[in-house]
């Protein structure tokens, strides 16, 4: 299980590499009225601050965190797998039943909150900075100090309520798809799928956990982008009833279509590299 977390910590260092910019503008759309759709802001963005600054603000936090938050997920999913397995079938390697691989799943998303909570406030605030006169954050560090000298260290896990709500059935989500489709795609006489089926499994779990994710990620981005300046939500429930109420049901589905988008290959990456370095390490 050790080797869980180190290929975890790769894989996922190799997904953000491959999605952020896609993420900086779901963060926008999600947080900004002013943008109609996903090419409004792509171009708004390039226009106004050109591609390496624009689409990666704030990626340096992350790519130091996600390696440790994916680590933790992957490890945590893997050992919880192990427990139950024991606890149940009196063997940690036996074939694991669909509920087991949901609650193993729903436990790695609960776990993750306390680490990316921090992370995600920093990422939302450094993304959606673009008002005049200038950016009140110089960096991943300068805004948590700034945002923990403001607002409390409570300021630093603004909207993990819907964080833990948003990951934790996500999570599952994420883990039971990936094992079914792993299991529809490996061959007759094979115990795993090949690199193809991998790809595959990975991609489609993403885009289904995302699925599922995406009106509690809207209501997160919303509570997180939240206090600079005036603050407008009072907590989850009044943000949610808010939203609704401003800009109709649709609004929790904003950003939709791209955490889809990105979920794919981004979760490729994740889970082909992630199989990979344990088959390098079992030999």
Excluded at 137 to 158: D, F, I, M, S
Aim: proline letters at 5%.
């Amino acid at each position: 299980p050790s080797m869980d977390f180190v290929a975890g910590a790769i894989g996922g260092v190799c997904g953000v590499a491959v999605g952020y910019p896609l993420d900086t503008v779901k963060v926008r759309i999600q947080t900004e009225a002013k943008y109609t759709g996903i090419w409004h802001c792509v171009g708004d963005t390039y226009r106004r601050e050109r591609v390496v600054w624009g689409f990666y603000r704030g990626l340096s936090l992350p790519v130091c965190t996600v390696s440790l938050v994916s680590s933790v997920s992957f490890g945590t999913y893997r050992h919880c797998l192990e427990h139950i397995c024991r606890l149940r079938y009196g063997s940690a390697d036996a074939k694991p039943a669909k509920a087991d691989i949901t609650l193993s799943g729903c436990a790695s998303g609960l776990v993750r909150v306390f680490l990316t909570s921090p992370t995600e406030v920093a990422k939302v605030r450094l993304q959606t900075q673009t008002q005049p006169p200038g950016p009140k954050y110089h960096g991943p560090l300068h805004c948590l100090t700034t945002v923990a000298r403001e607002e409390g260290l409570w300021g630093l896990y603004k909207g993990s309520s819907a964080l833990l709500l948003r990951d934790g059935h996500s999570f599952a989500t994420y883990f039971l798809s990936y094992a079914i489709l792993c299991e529809w795609l490996t061959p007759a006489g094979h115990s795993r799928p090949d690199v193809l089926g991998v790809l595959v499994a990975g991609g489609c779990a993403g885009v289904l956990a995302w699925a599922v994710a995406t009106p509690m990620d809207v209501i997160k981005s919303r509570l997180q982008a939240d206090g600079q300046g005036q603050q407008r939500y009072r907590g989850l429930l009044h943000c949610m009833v808010t939203s609704v109420r401003e800009e109709g049901p649709r609004v929790l589905f904003k950003g939709l279509a791209l955490n889809c988008c990105r979920a794919f290959p981004v979760n490729m990456v994740v889970f082909v590299t992630y199989e990979a370095v344990l088959r390098l390490t079992r030999g």
